[in-house]
T-cell receptor, first 113, second 112 residues
């Protein structure tokens, strides 16, 4: 397996624009997680899915953020409208279950100018 | 509140020295604890996962211990090499929400 695949690797956008980040989890992993990493706040869990169903979105900062998982092999994280304070590295991770290793993608570095 | 702390934030050692990285957690009722490595501009790579019933896990030059009663985990890296330079993060899982709670990480530099 190629691991967790995220795209794009880098995204630069202007404030107010819509941004969509994409993730393909490892096949057979029932859990998918979206994290955000900044220097100030470290790694924060935004939302996670179990079998394509959102389980906990308490970490989503604002209504501007939304996430979907239409099938077992694809998830998106959307920010609309984007703001400069959304600039961060966004990671997707997948796990077989909640008690086993987490596998992370390479991340998407988002810069909102 | 369940929190994970890693001290120090940065560490520099000469090549060949053994590395000792610390992780502390506030609630001893953890389910498991995982150590990760992160290289600059990269994602996190899982190194070791210790279940609550285990005292330690080993993989090559890496050994991680878990002491729930004192709320500590330690990652040992034997005979460090420049290629070990990276940020090391620990993350704990507690019952209830079973989500990974991360420490801020320790950035290691191994000097050749």
């Amino acid at each position: 397996d190629a691991g967790v695949i995220q795209s794009p690797r880098h995204e630069v956008t202007e404030m107010g624009q819509e941004v969509t980040l994409r993730c393909k989890p490892i096949s057979g992993h029932d859990y998918l997680f979206w994290y955000r990493q900044t220097m100030m706040r470290g790694l924060e869990l935004l939302i996670y899915f179990n079998n394509n169903v959102p389980i906990d979105d308490s970490g989503m900062p604002e209504d501007r953020f939304s996430a979907k998982m239409p099938n077992a092999s694809f998830s998106t994280l959307k920010i609309q409208p984007s703001e400069p304070r959304d600039s961060a590295v966004y990671f997707c991770a997948s796990q077989v279950d909640l008690f086993t290793e987490a596998f992370f993608g390479q991340g998407t570095r988002l810069t909102v100018v | 509140k369940q929190e994970v702390t890693q001290i120090p934030a940065a560490l520099s050692v000469p090549e060949g020295e053994n590395l000792v990285l610390n992780c502390s957690f506030t609630d001893s009722a953890i389910y498991n604890l995982q150590w990760f490595r992160q290289d600059p501009g990269k994602g996190l790579t899982s190194l070791l996962l210790i279940q609550s019933s285990q005292r330690e896990q080993t993989s090559g030059r890496l050994n991680a211990s878990l002491d729930k009663s004192s709320g500590r985990s330690t990652l040992y890296i034997a005979a460090s090499q420049p290629g070990d330079s990276a940020t090391y993060l620990c993350a704990a899982v507690w019952g209830g929400d079973y989500k990974l709670s991360f420490g801020a990480g320790t950035t290691v530099t191994v000097r050749a």
